[in-house]
């Protein structure tokens, strides 16, 4: 029996067939895994996968490979935030005024924290580690809310790309900043120059509202400090007296009222949350995610966290490979992206 000639184009075929007959195998391996996953016997596993895969720009098309879209769709209604109507009350927030000692605050007062995850405290910000069962993050206490405003990439939003968080942060000469609002991010390849929501910075409106949108929920503080939360206009925005503003959502927390949460909300992913103790003290929360050691957090772990920090009022604002949390030169938190942070339009931050 005669043996073909083994030449080069001839090895080089039977490698590649094998490589592809690898990749097919991984595949149909991986297809198989994502089927017990989402579609096995746990209902709560498929559906925990699918709202977190749902809040990326790169896995949304993942669960409708398991799911139809009514599916997911009805996935989406048992996994929801509940948003009171709730009005913001203002007199639950009592400040003391400078150099006037402690003022008479409410009931609902600011807790005794332990100091066990207490970093720093220095300057009157206040930073803690922060943990839980599937999350690693930092909770940043601000005392005196009168610090902490809203920082633009440029005054004039266009189709030039935003800033990092840190160049915000420098442009403001801030010793700390989060992110903040939503932006426009076709694909997951934005450029972070163009807010979806309502920015206000130093009393001017630089981008409106868009109504009833899925970044309708504003973050704005008024001109005696207290974080008024919910849906705002530009025009009520405005008739508020509000100085500083950004917007996403959901809201967490309004008038020491936790939102009403089902099942895993919005899944495990990386979190930011801006709140307000009763008495004022700003409370900025970073949570990281998508990673072996911090998997993420839902809005349920987000809302438990803020109520033990004392949280009166708190709003969910954008997450994801946009989280980061930045402090005297250096970021906190690990982020996402392992090329670095993203460019972003704006944040809050802390003078």
Not at 41 to 49: A, K, V
Not at 86 to 99: G, K, L, N, R, Y
Not at 122 to 141: L, P, S
Not at 205 to 212: E, G, H, M
Request: charged share 20%.
């Amino acid at each position: 029996m005669s043996t073909a000639k083994l030449t080069p184009k001839r090895i080089a075929w039977r490698a590649g067939l094998s490589v592809l007959t690898l990749i097919v195998v991984v595949l149909l391996a991986a297809l198989g895994a994502g089927a017990v996953a989402f579609r096995g016997p746990s209902q709560s596993l498929g559906d925990l996968l699918t709202v977190s895969m749902l809040e990326t720009s790169a896995l949304k098309f993942v669960p409708r490979i398991y799911y139809s879209q009514a599916e997911v769709d009805a996935i989406i209604a048992r996994n929801e935030v509940t948003e009171t109507d709730e009005e913001t009350d203002t007199s639950m927030i009592v400040i003391a005024p400078p150099d006037s000692g402690e003022a008479e605050v409410p009931v609902a007062t600011a807790p005794a924290l332990s100091t066990e995850n207490l970093v720093s405290s220095e300057d009157g910000i206040d930073i803690y580690e922060v943990h839980g069962a599937t999350y690693n993050g930092w909770m940043m206490i601000v005392q005196d809310p009168s610090r902490v405003s809203v920082g633009v990439c440029r005054e004039n939003f266009n189709s030039q790309p935003g800033m990092r968080l840190r160049e915000i942060a420098e442009r403001y000469d801030a010793v700390a900043a989060i992110n903040g609002g939503g932006f426009s991010d076709g694909g997951g390849v934005g450029n972070g120059g163009k807010p979806l929501g309502l920015v206000i910075s130093n009393g001017q409106v630089l981008n409106k509202a868009r109504v009833n949108s899925d970044h309708a929920v504003v973050a704005g503080f008024n001109q005696d400090n207290v974080l008024i939360v919910g849906k705002l206009t530009s025009e009520q925005a405005v008739e508020r007296g509000i100085r500083d503003a950004l917007a996403f959502g959901p809201a967490l927390v309004v008038n020491g009222e936790a939102a009403e949460v089902k099942g895993s909300s919005s899944g495990l992913n990386p979190r930011t949350a801006i709140g307000q103790r009763a008495d004022g003290a700003v409370l900025l929360l970073v949570i990281d995610g998508r990673q072996a050691s911090s998997l993420g957090a839902t809005y349920a772990d987000m809302i438990t966290v803020l109520l033990e920090y004392g949280a009166i009022n708190a709003v969910n604002m954008d997450g994801g490979s946009s989280s980061l949390m930045y402090y005297k030169g250096e970021y906190l938190n690990k982020g996402v992206i392992l090329t670095g942070d993203r460019d972003i339009p704006d944040g809050f931050v802390v003078r």
